[in-house]
């Protein structure tokens, strides 16, 4: 494999914990982000992050139950063994580097991973102006969540190169990478891509062509939609929601905790995307207007401290 010298562009919820994981595993990651005040919003979540897997992987020496797929493939370990991976925790903080510019972040990329907001218009934008600064040999994989490679394909400037890879959250504990080509992508660089996502400790999963949401969302987002219609509708409050499921399934979590651990900012923009939701007195409108609330009162889910639950 060739890759070495990762780029994840976006420090949000998923952009965070791919730098970080990708960190950990040994690779050079830059993260690149919008401004400064980006790069302050998304320390806090790298740093958050390190507590994570160090606490994670302390508690591992006694509780064989806190063992997370991520950290390594191999069960029950040592404590040598763990503070080993303690280690390389400490060691993928300190190499990454977080820049604004497009210069330094991608003049000798390997990878880039596209991880921004659900938002066209913005990914386009970004990709018009990355491909600028990339070298001829950098593939370029988008962790969008609803938008299909191909319809950004072009912008990118080399679409050859250019496929989807999308993580699950919590990325440590899911390890999953599903990887999509489009109608452009060179076998040899997908084939690279799922590499790659081994080398990161994940388990690629691999699709034969296109879908909307993937495997994973698009069995996640109907779930969580019809919950949040429940809401919006005045049907129940997102606690008695949460609790039907978890005692009627078993589930670990409800929709509106997996909400606040995706982020309200990217429920909403999912929602938005479709054109009922401009209108109040649709379902769409009345969960828009739900989620733009919270979010204009900071409560955006689990990395504010606050979105359905407090935190």
């Not at 897997?53 to 006694?62: D, G, I, Q, R, W």
């Not at 072009?154 to 999953?176: M, S």
Request: aromatic share 8%.
């Amino acid at each position: 494999m060739n890759i070495k010298n990762v780029v994840v562009s976006g420090g949000g919820v998923l952009g965070s914990q791919i730098a970080f994981q990708t960190a950990f595993s040994g690779f050079n990651v830059t993260i690149w982000l919008r401004s400064e005040g980006s790069i302050e919003r998304a320390q806090p979540k790298i740093d958050r992050l390190k507590n994570i897997y160090l606490e994670t992987l302390e508690a591992m020496k006694t509780n064989p139950k806190a063992y997370c797929r991520g950290f390594t493939d191999k069960q029950n370990l040592t404590d040598d063994e763990i503070d080993e991976l303690k280690n390389k925790v400490e060691s993928g903080y300190e190499n990454l580097t977080l820049t604004t510019s497009y210069e330094e972040a991608g003049k000798d990329a390997d990878l880039v991973i596209e991880a921004i907001a659900e938002d066209p218009e913005q990914k386009k934008v970004f990709y018009e102006e990355l491909s600028k600064h990339l070298p001829e040999k950098t593939i370029i994989a988008t962790n969008s969540s609803t938008l299909l490679p191909s319809q950004l394909a072009d912008f990118t400037g080399r679409p050859e190169k250019y496929l989807a890879l999308h993580f699950a959250n919590e990325i440590w504990k899911n390890n999953t990478a599903e990887v999509m080509g489009q109608s452009k992508t060179e076998q040899k660089y997908y084939d690279e891509v799922v590499e790659f996502a081994e080398a990161i400790n994940m388990v690629p999963l691999k699709l034969k062509k296109e879908q909307a949401g993937y495997i994973l969302n698009s069995m996640l987002v109907p779930f969580l939609s019809a919950a949040e219609a429940l809401y919006a509708n005045d049907v129940a409050d997102p606690e008695t929601i949460d609790k039907t499921w978890v005692l009627a399934t078993g589930a670990p979590a409800g929709p509106f905790r997996i909400l606040d651990v995706v982020g309200l900012t990217t429920a909403y923009n999912i929602v938005i995307m479709n054109p009922k939701a401009s209108d109040i007195n649709t379902t769409e409108g009345k969960i828009a207007a739900k989620l733009k609330e919270k979010i204009d009162a900071g409560k955006t889910g689990v990395n504010a401290g606050e979105g359905f639950y407090k935190y």
